[in-house]
């Protein structure tokens, strides 16, 4: 009976030390994460932003971004879909920015000079539920890995790690969505490429049969019409040439040298990309997309692929 008892004292004993252990564990952890955040410049994540704008001395109008239902949108300069996963990875990188150190908690105008502050050199607005904050960056420090920064409505100077000025200082292009054509190509219901001087190749998919329809009928290479379909789905815009052209025949668009329609089985209407001149110094293609005003320039790769013989996309004879 002893020993029971003894037994039992020491399993009480150590379920009790074993709860005192989680309890201090979870109180830890509870203080490193209440401390992590104190650290952070910025009180909020990246999925909570709706809105931003980046600035620069002398520019007429910011980048500004807005949040939408089917994604980020740019509003200004200039009116297009947003690249969602760069301005994501931006966000996310900038929420997750720590403080350095306070350097000034009341700096004279003339110490925001010497930092670049005064004027900033760049700013940056985000727009969450709660309000918004806008960030102001100045100089880059002696050593060069740091830089100086503020919020508007506070006087005090940080110091951060210059990759976070750096990742903010974004051209326009990079936040901007760059795809050329969005296809599914294994949902493709119509394929029609018209080539100037070569023979026009249509291409239809039903229920798992790929057909060629011209220039002759015949059995499609799946595999080869899936290849140039998702290098077209896969391409990436190489440069924004024009946004309000007024002259196609510049770029050889008033007769396309290369169209190409797709017809999906899940989406209504088609989708056109027409190729025109090209541009050698940039080693590239002038074409547009179908519903929009802008010139834009592809890789001489998606325009190679589209310029092959038509023999590339017909399944071969048996006896072949």
Do not use: C
């Amino acid at each position: 009976m002893s020993f029971f008892r003894k037994s039992l004292f020491w399993v009480i004993a150590l379920v009790v030390l074993g709860g005192a252990f989680f309890i201090t564990d979870d109180r830890v952890e509870e203080a490193e994460r209440v401390e992590a955040f104190n650290l952070r410049l910025l009180p909020f994540e990246g999925a909570d932003v709706t809105a931003l704008w980046i600035g620069r001395p002398g520019e007429d109008r910011p980048t500004r971004l807005l949040r939408q239902a089917d994604g980020w949108w740019l509003v200004e300069p200039l009116r297009a879909r947003g690249d969602d996963k760069a301005i994501g990875d931006l966000l996310r990188n900038i929420t997750g920015t720590r403080k350095d150190a306070v350097l000034f908690e009341q700096p004279t105008q003339a110490k925001l000079g010497e930092l670049g502050l005064r004027p900033p050199a760049l700013e940056l607005g985000l727009i969450t539920g709660e309000g918004r904050a806008v960030l102001r960056f100045g100089g880059a420090g002696p050593t060069h890995n740091v830089a100086y920064a503020m919020f508007e409505d506070d006087p005090r100077v940080y110091r951060i790690h210059a990759d976070v000025m750096t990742q903010v200082d974004v051209e326009l292009r990079a936040l901007r969505d760059k795809t050329v054509l969005a296809i599914n190509p294994t949902g493709l219901r119509r394929m029609e490429l018209a080539r100037r001087g070569k023979d026009k190749v249509v291409i239809t998919h039903d229920r798992g049969r790929w057909d060629m329809r011209q220039p002759t009928a015949a059995r499609a290479a799946m595999a080869a019409v899936l290849e140039t379909l998702y290098l077209v789905n896969e391409a990436e815009v190489k440069a924004f040439i024009d946004e309000a052209p007024t002259d196609l025949g510049r770029y050889g668009l008033d007769a396309p040298r290369i169209t190409l329609s797709i017809e999906e089985k899940e989406r209504d209407g088609r989708q056109t990309l027409s190729i025109g001149a090209k541009d050698r110094k940039r080693r590239g293609y002038f074409a547009r997309r179908d519903g929009a005003a802008n010139i834009i320039l592809l890789e001489e790769a998606v325009v190679n692929a589209l310029l092959a013989d038509a023999d590339k996309w017909r399944e071969p004879d048996d006896g072949a």
